[in-house]
């Protein structure tokens, strides 16, 4: 079937002319019958109608818009005989670096808090441990009280509660601190006040924890 072009072409598209690109209003062209008595006059100024399309795509089928480059259906490339493909957006490598504590047992902080009789360790531990998120529970293991602390100070200080302390990174990705009603209380870097129980602070790379008689926690973010 094809179209009347307002410009007098037969166009095998209903939108635009095929030939000349003017618009069309859809409304398919009369062709009447031919008989062998008196064959129907052609216009020598009317070309003939356009072929419906060009070489089909190698990789679709669609026929090729003229000498377009690119297939308008799967963007088949007929100059590189390849159908380009989108390459997925780059992503960054999750990552494995996570916050670390070093614990020791601090001289400086025994010596402010002054506790009667107890003697500051004559080979004093010093270890790092990794802090997985989201809590690291600070105390000492107990069988019969149920207390299994990722930081666990049962050997390493008679002053630290059972659950003394605890270290929760937020949704926002900081560190806080809260002390759970410890007996000798949770200090944090050079304040003289400990926490109250059940009070929170936010802590960062650098700050020191002081729990027990003379335990420091010092935090590294990741390098």
């Not at 400086?108 to 009667?116: C, G, L, P």
């Not at 019969?144 to 390493?156: F, H, M, N, Q, V």
């Not at 960062?204 to 420091?216: L, P, Q, R, S, Y």
Request: hydrophobic share 30%; proline share 10%.
């Amino acid at each position: 079937m094809t179209y009347a072009c307002p410009k007098g072409h037969a166009s095998t598209t209903d939108d635009f002319c095929d030939t000349c690109g003017a618009k069309i209003g859809g409304t398919a062209a009369f062709t009447p019958p031919t008989t062998s008595a008196a064959p129907a006059a052609t216009s020598a100024s009317t070309p003939p109608a356009a072929a419906p399309g060009g070489e089909p795509c190698p990789h679709c089928g669609t026929p090729r818009a003229g000498a377009g480059r690119f297939c308008e259906d799967c963007g088949y490339d007929h100059s590189t005989g390849r159908v380009p493909t989108l390459a997925p957006p780059a992503t960054a490598a999750p990552s494995t670096a996570q916050w670390t504590a070093t614990v020791f047992a601090d001289r400086e902080y025994f010596t402010a808090n002054a506790i009667d009789g107890v003697d500051f360790p004559e080979q004093p531990a010093e270890r790092t441990v990794t802090l997985p998120a989201p809590q690291v529970r600070i105390g000492r293991k107990s069988t019969s009280k149920g207390t299994d602390p990722e930081i666990d100070l049962a050997e390493e200080d008679p002053g630290v509660s059972h659950s003394h302390a605890l270290l929760t990174l937020s949704v926002d990705g900081v560190w806080l601190v809260s002390d759970l009603g410890s007996t000798n209380g949770t200090y944090l870097n050079d304040e003289p006040k400990p926490l109250t129980a059940g009070q929170t602070r936010s802590v960062g790379d650098g700050d020191h924890v002081h729990v027990g008689a003379w335990t420091t926690i010092a935090l590294h973010a990741p390098a």
